[in-house]
């Protein structure tokens, strides 16, 4: 089946469309062929280059290289999460672990961000926990002891502070955390994309099938033709599972999210003309809202086990209905016609949060499954996994390897069914901040 995107995304609308596209149409060979050109990928050829500037290096993807989950996600580059389950003293060595990656994952960005003088849009507004529900203070100030453990500096936010930071009463508290980034995700992936040494070879809208490994090559087929390579990194999250990477140990979820068109000054002016800012929910399926730098509000508030390949049009138009009621929740003064576009994206999940990182056969790597924080981790997870399979190693790798490892998962059946009531039953607890 055919990865099928829809073209509804702000983020990806707002850029220039690229020109230049080229498919795979004759058969290759390469040194290194990296599937999948989103923030691992993208990473993993840039690092590459800079290690082995006399090989050849080819990066596949089955769509518009970063315009996957990489220009689809809510734009939040994290240093905390709060739904991981980390916040017993137990726990708390596991959870430093997990944020030890978030800050390299941050450098990282930052590092390229600073070397190519990227406008992303970024903006190192930290960002908000927060809640309708008063139930929810134990959770919240649970958390704020581990943060506070841990040394990451943060507050908590009552009603009346929150509705001047956000221009909306509907939440009751909040914890702020000073270290998250808020950025515009197309436009740095689309850096990413032009700013490709000279000696990667970028090949789009062309979807790997099969692959196989024959002593010291690799045979990876696609409609009509083949590469032949003599290593291989796969970086495409979501879609690991289909082609048979550590199927075991990860799975897709497939997300929703609609986009305003830009306040109107006399909109903007009846809820405070707040700052940029960005609310995640303190229950695992509530809704994450932003208020973008151009005065947009986003917000995802669905996630499911669908098919990762292809959301048609009239069942985004389903999802979309509730993400407007999730806005006129929070901000009944806007008009019911305020959203201009929403789309699908895949994330990849482990059974226990973790990441995939690692050499699966000689001469076969993988990266993958961020759990949502694809953008800083994915950054990071393909510079290292290039450096790792070029038999290097570093700092950020020896940090990576000491995080838990992904653990396995029952067979698709159970799987499945187990998924789908774990989400229902999350749904249902986080239904009033949908």
């Not at 009846?270 to 695992?284: H, S």
């Amino acid at each position: 089946m055919n990865v099928v995107n829809d073209n509804n995304c702000s983020w990806i609308n707002v850029l220039n469309p690229r020109t230049k596209i080229k498919v795979l149409d004759k058969d290759m060979s390469s040194d290194w062929l990296i599937i999948g050109a989103g923030y691992t990928g993208l990473s993993a050829a840039r690092k590459l280059s800079e290690l082995h500037p006399g090989q050849k290096i080819i990066i596949v993807d089955a769509q518009l290289a970063g315009e996957g989950a990489s220009g689809r996600n809510s734009g939040y580059l994290v240093d905390t999460t709060l739904n991981d389950g980390f916040t017993s003293n137990k726990e708390l060595s596991n959870y430093k672990k997990k944020t030890d990656i978030y800050k390299l994952g941050i450098d990282a960005v930052k590092r390229f961000v600073k070397e190519h003088q990227v406008n992303c849009d970024w903006n190192e507004a930290g960002k908000y926990f927060a809640s309708s529900r008063d139930e929810d203070k134990k959770k919240i100030t649970n958390f704020s002891n581990t943060l506070s453990k841990l040394g990451f500096e943060h507050n908590l936010i009552n009603k009346k502070e929150l509705k001047k930071e956000l221009g909306t009463s509907f939440y009751n508290l909040a914890l702020y955390t000073k270290g998250g980034i808020l950025l515009h995700p197309g436009k740095l992936v689309r850096a990413m994309i032009d700013t490709l040494p000279d000696n990667v070879e970028l090949i789009e809208q062309s979807q790997l099938l099969e692959w196989k490994k024959d002593n010291d090559s690799i045979y990876c087929k696609f409609r009509k033709n083949i590469i032949i390579t003599k290593k291989i990194i796969f970086c495409t999250n979501g879609f690991l599972k289909s082609l048979g990477i550590k199927e075991n140990y990860n799975f897709p979820l497939t997300l929703t999210a609609s986009m305003t068109r830009p306040l109107t000054d006399s909109e903007f002016k009846f809820i405070g003309e707040p700052k940029e800012w960005g609310v995640l929910p303190v229950r695992p399926m509530g809704a994450t809202i932003r208020m973008t730098k151009d005065r947009r509000i986003l917000i995802r508030n669905t996630a499911e086990v669908h098919s990762p390949f292809k959301m048609t049009d009239d069942e985004l138009k389903k999802r979309s209905i509730k993400q407007k009621l999730g806005i006129k929740k929070r901000f009944s003064s806007l008009p019911d016609d305020i959203i201009e576009s929403s789309w699908s994206g895949v994330v990849s999940r482990t059974r226990n949060s973790s990441q995939i990182f690692e050499k699966i056969k000689d001469n076969v790597f993988v990266a993958g499954c961020y759990n949502g924080s694809g953008i800083g981790v994915g950054t990071l997870f393909g510079e290292q996994i290039a450096i790792r399979a070029s038999n290097e190693n570093t700092n950020e790798i020896n940090v990576i390897e000491c995080r838990d490892k992904p653990t396995w998962l029952p067979p698709k059946l159970f799987l499945n069914l187990g998924i789908r009531t774990r989400l229902m039953y999350e749904r249902f607890r986080s239904r009033l901040d949908l």
